[in-house]
């Protein structure tokens, strides 16, 4: 279960590190903290304390930023599992309401825990009625992921009952909330974006299968969502459901260890997600393949990217992490396939250009020495548009999905007994301190 955590995370023996500052000759001793499996983290929480200074990290490389029992990723063997269940086996053998129980409740559900789980999702599916005058303060031609942000972080001004974060009930209340609302938020900032009605959820339906249908039904005609479409969206879901200490994921811890109401740090999260380094590059992968348009041109694009005096770098290649395979994209290159097949789109031109331009960067010397290699996004936003949806919708629905991780991961912060304010420091390189010039003096 969630709370295992603790217990696994343990001194590993008497293990130290020793550092010294040569400039002082003083030496601190840092303990060695162990894992269940992953690297060993040198413990520097009495650094400052003990030395006088701090680490420098920008970007976190090194850092580890807590204790997490969620998501585990190993980037050189392209591993990725939540709670000890391997993301391929999830993609193949579960749904996306397994996988939040999971994720949330640390185990896989039981039949009797998953009926439960799935009704509570249902049946928090709606909107606060007015919210639906909320969204008509937006231009229509706003992007989405702006409406996300906007929509979501009002949802505190909607449901007070459920933003007391000291109260377990309320916690899981906001949780399930959240994670109910929002395929229906973001079907809601589609439509709002075409012009056409909302369309309200529905209790038959399922999770994927419901956005679907809040997404393409019109209230003039019968809508049956594709069953081959319904399973691929769930997929996606599920590949995109988690994914450790990420920019998004950290930006929803961060906002959290302030104490800040779940519907806010979600809506931080959105905001981080937004960025084309993040979750914003599945739309810039299919601007990218626009752009590109022939076959013939992916030589000039590859040369581009390997250009370092040229801000352009092929969308969907390359990892923080994943420095052999992206595992997600193993499984969603297949299913691009597969549904291009079942939607008789198989030869949709931007994925022929797609699989071409992944061969040619493969072969390159440039892309294996600095071991770049197509990331989940590269195939995302090939299925979605082939599923009909437009491109600013993509990231929309990466936040959807990845809702789920980022409230187990605000959770689990929240029980964690060790969790404190996140404050990190600087190394400061600013002017000394100078007198103050007054406005006639200054130059
Ligand atoms: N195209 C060309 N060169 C690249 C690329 C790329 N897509 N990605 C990295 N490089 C080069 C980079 O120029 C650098 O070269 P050098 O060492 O000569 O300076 C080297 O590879 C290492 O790059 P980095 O920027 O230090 O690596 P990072 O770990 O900071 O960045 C990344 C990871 C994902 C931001 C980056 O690979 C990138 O910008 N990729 C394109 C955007 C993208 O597809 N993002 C989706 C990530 S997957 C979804 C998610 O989990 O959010």
Not at 102 to 120: A, V
Not at 135 to 141: K, N, P, T, V
Not at 281 to 310: C, H, S, W, Y
Request: glycine share 6%; charged share 25%.
């Amino acid at each position: 279960m969630a709370n295992n955590k603790s217990e696994s995370t343990q001194t590993a023996g008497t293990q130290t590190a020793t550092l010294t500052d040569n400039s002082t000759g003083k030496t601190v001793e840092l303990p060695i903290l162990e894992g269940t499996i992953g690297p060993r983290v040198i413990d520097i929480r009495r650094l400052y304390a003990e030395t006088g200074c701090f680490t420098y990290d920008p970007g976190y490389t090194s850092t580890g930023s807590c204790d997490s029992a969620i998501t585990y990723i190993d980037g050189d063997e392209g591993v990725l599992m939540h709670r000890g269940y391997a993301i391929e086996d999830l993609a193949s053998h579960s749904d996306f309401m397994d996988v939040c129980y999971l994720l949330l409740k640390g185990e896989l559900p039981n039949q009797t825990q998953r009926e439960i789980f799935e009704h509570s999702i249902t049946y928090h599916s709606m909107l606060h009625e007015q919210m639906l005058y909320f969204y008509r303060g937006f231009r229509r031609d706003s992007h989405p992921m702006s409406i996300m942000v906007g929509v979501v972080g009002a949802l505190s001004a909607f449901y007070h009952d459920s933003t007391d974060i000291s109260d377990p009930h309320q916690r899981m209340v906001a949780s399930h909330r959240l994670i109910a609302k929002m395929p229906t938020i973001a079907a809601m900032a589609y439509k709002y974006s075409v012009g056409q009605p909302f369309v309200y959820p529905r209790n038959d339906l399922k999770y994927a299968e419901n956005f679907l249908y809040m997404t393409f039904a019109v209230p003039c005609e019968e809508y049956k969502v594709h069953p081959a479409v319904a399973r691929a969206m769930d997929r996606i879901f599920i590949l995109h459901a988690d994914h450790e200490q990420n920019a998004s994921t950290s930006t929803v811890r961060i906002s959290g260890s302030s104490g800040a109401n779940p519907f806010a740090c979600i809506a931080a999260g959105i905001a981080s997600l937004w960025g084309p380094a993040h979750g914003g590059a599945n739309e810039a992968v299919l601007k990218m393949l626009q752009e590109i348009g022939t076959k013939e041109r992916i030589p000039e694009f590859i040369e581009r990217a390997k250009d370092k005096n040229d801000p352009f770098r092929l969308m969907g290649f390359g990892h923080r992490v994943y420095k052999n395979h992206d595992p997600r994209a193993t499984v969603l290159r297949e299913s691009c396939h597969e549904v291009l097949e079942e939607l008789g789109k198989r030869d949709e031109p931007l994925l022929d250009l797609a699989m071409e331009l992944e061969r040619i960067a493969l072969e390159d010397e440039y892309f294996a020495e600095k071991k770049l290699f197509p990331n989940v996004d590269f195939y995302s936003g090939i299925i979605l548009q082939a599923m009909g949806f437009p491109t600013s919708m993509f990231t929309v629905l990466f936040a959807l999905a990845r809702t789920v991780g980022w409230v187990a991961q605000w959770q689990e912060m929240i029980e964690d007994p060790n969790h404190r304010i996140s404050r990190p420091r600087q190394l400061y390189n600013g002017p000394m301190k100078r007198p103050f010039v007054p406005i006639e003096k200054r130059a």
